[in-house]
């Protein structure tokens, strides 16, 4: 079946779904009893980078408007940096989070333990997914996403590609942002969720999909496109629907 159709099949209780896929543990399952407390009462250097970028997650979503939603999402990526120190926090992984956590919350107050859970879904997410590799030093993921969308591109919009070359932009800067942020900040949190039911299953397929549906959409706009500045426009910031493209 395609992704579409998992999307399609969606009637389930997201929580309960994503702790399954994440493998996100049980309270007794967690080892050290306290150790998400324990990462709150460590030093965490990135605590006012971190603080900054709240106010910066999804500024006109409901969910944030609400206070104790974002001290959980603060915490977390606060004890994220403490948990993974070789990357800390960076830019993006807000997104991730956010998401993840309005996703576990069902669009609520989120709860101590919908807290906890969001945090071991980004291990999950951050280890066994690899997507740590995105956001560590010289982002060797990113180049390993980059350079397989540049080789479908090739195989199945080449026009497309030789009009991003021609214009003197690069796969990377037109579409890496995407791959930073699972696409999440592309369209509202409702939608983006969606995205992360499917990737926890199939992983980055999905968004290759994504990518390539929405060229295909935007195809005969793109190669009307003669100014870099909205050929860069037109690739990089459409904001998604995904009844639209997933139909495709």
């Known amino acids: 079946s395609t992704w ?45 980078k971190i603080q900054k970028d709240i106010e910066r997650t999804f500024p006109t979503e409901v969910f944030f408007s609400r206070e104790r939603n974002r001290e959980a999402l603060f915490r977390i990526l606060r004890n994220y940096s403490v948990y993974d120190t070789s990357i800390g926090y960076t830019q993006g992984i807000n997104f991730l989070v956010a998401t993840l956590l309005f996703g576990f919350s069902e669009g609520e107050e989120a709860t101590s333990d919908q807290e906890e859970a969001t945090f071991w879904a980004l291990v999950h997410i951050m280890f ?6 995105v956001f560590a030093n010289g982002t060797p993921k990113i180049f390993e996403l980059v350079g397989e969308l540049e080789k479908r591109l090739k195989r199945d919009f080449p026009a497309v590609l030789t009009k991003i070359v021609d214009s003197e ?5 037109c579409f890496g ?30 968004l290759f999909d994504i990518l390539l549906r929405l060229i295909k959409i935007h195809e005969a706009e793109i190669l009307k496109l003669t100014d870099p500045l909205d050929i860069f426009s037109s690739v990089s910031y459409t904001h998604l629907t995904l009844p639209t493209i997933y139909s495709v």
């Open 169 to 173: 932009l690069t796969v990377l800067n």
């Open 4 to 48: 579409g159709d998992t999307l399609n099949s969606i009637r389930y209780n997201r929580p309960t779904l994503w702790r399954r896929l994440a493998k996100v543990p049980s309270s007794g399952q967690r080892g050290i009893p306290g150790f998400y407390e324990r990462l709150s009462a460590q030093s965490a250097p990135a605590e006012a």
């Open 128 to 133: 066994e997914c690899g997507w740590g590799q």
């Open 177 to 206: 942002h995407h791959f930073i942020t699972l696409m999440v900040t592309a369209m509202p949190l409702t939608s983006a969720v969606r995205i992360l039911d499917v990737f926890l299953e199939e992983g980055e397929k999905v």
